[in-house]
């Protein structure tokens, strides 16, 4: 399945910025699972392209000079080989992904919850039944929370996205001594109502990474773009910045992703 993706983010600010810097992983990497046909940033200015500590692709953009308003567009065309996981363990060791994080630290509620899932010789099909019921828990509810809110508020709360499932996720696993990590991307679904933009997580069992997508009670990333993996969103989100003057902030966000017509797809 070849996918058309388009993401625009435009912030505006209230007053003169005197200066700003974002971090943008935005561009996702070749793999067995996704093969990248095209992929471009339309940026303000020229950025620092680099690689972060989980071995994500990181753009750095700075704007040194008053701004009142920043365009960020990612444009491209990606393969996606469907029933293939990316196998690659990656350059670090997965231990790291037991570390808890202010995001993701567990409370005794959640604490709980995972225990009653664990498997130890049948760790994925624990893991398994433990996203399904987690989703039972916590309906997707957009708007229901706030993107600074824990795992344990999210869980607490009894709704959520795929932000705060994950989160979840990932505090129920490290809990139990199980290296999880936290997976931005995008996500194409039929439902043009759907957002395009995705989370979900990934857990270490038997030496190797399996998806988790607890918004859709998912094992199969069979329509999961990867761009970017971390302890928690933080460190994945595709833009985080930070600025230097400029008052209220507005951000608009719009991502597409589209199934390409066979025709096209073939053309490629």
Not at 198 to 214: G, K
Request: include cysteine.
């Amino acid at each position: 399945m070849k996918l058309n993706i388009e993401h625009n983010t435009h912030y505006t600010y209230a007053q003169q910025v005197k200066r700003s810097t974002q971090y943008l992983r935005l561009t996702p990497q070749d793999s067995q699972h996704q093969r990248i046909i095209s992929w471009q940033l339309t940026l303000p200015e020229d950025a620092v392209c680099t690689t972060d500590a989980f071995g994500n692709v990181l753009h750095v953009l700075t704007l040194d000079h008053p701004h009142q308003a920043i365009t960020i567009q990612a444009h491209g065309v990606v393969e996606i080989e469907d029933g293939v996981e990316d196998p690659t363990m990656g350059h670090l060791s997965p231990l790291v992904f037991l570390r808890h994080s202010p995001l993701t630290q567990p409370d005794s509620a959640i604490q709980a919850f995972a225990l009653r899932y664990y498997q130890p010789e049948t760790l994925l099909a624990g893991l398994e039944k433990l996203m399904g019921d987690l989703l039972l828990k916590m309906p997707y509810t957009p708007g229901a929370t706030e993107v600074t809110d824990s795992a344990a508020q999210a869980f607490a709360s009894g709704n959520g996205v795929c932000q705060d499932h994950t989160h979840v996720f990932l505090a129920c696993c490290r809990s139990l001594n199980i290296p999880a990590r936290y997976v931005s991307g995008y996500l194409y679904s039929e439902d043009s109502a759907h957002v395009a933009t995705h989370a979900w997580a990934e857990a270490w069992v038997d030496e190797r990474w399996h998806s988790f997508d607890v918004t859709n009670n998912t094992r199969l990333p069979n329509q999961h773009l990867k761009l970017a993996v971390g302890i928690d969103y933080l460190d994945a989100c595709p833009v985080r910045g930070i600025r230097l003057g400029g008052g209220s902030e507005d951000m608009q966000t719009m991502a597409a992703v589209q199934m390409m017509p066979a025709s096209q797809a073939q053309g490629q």
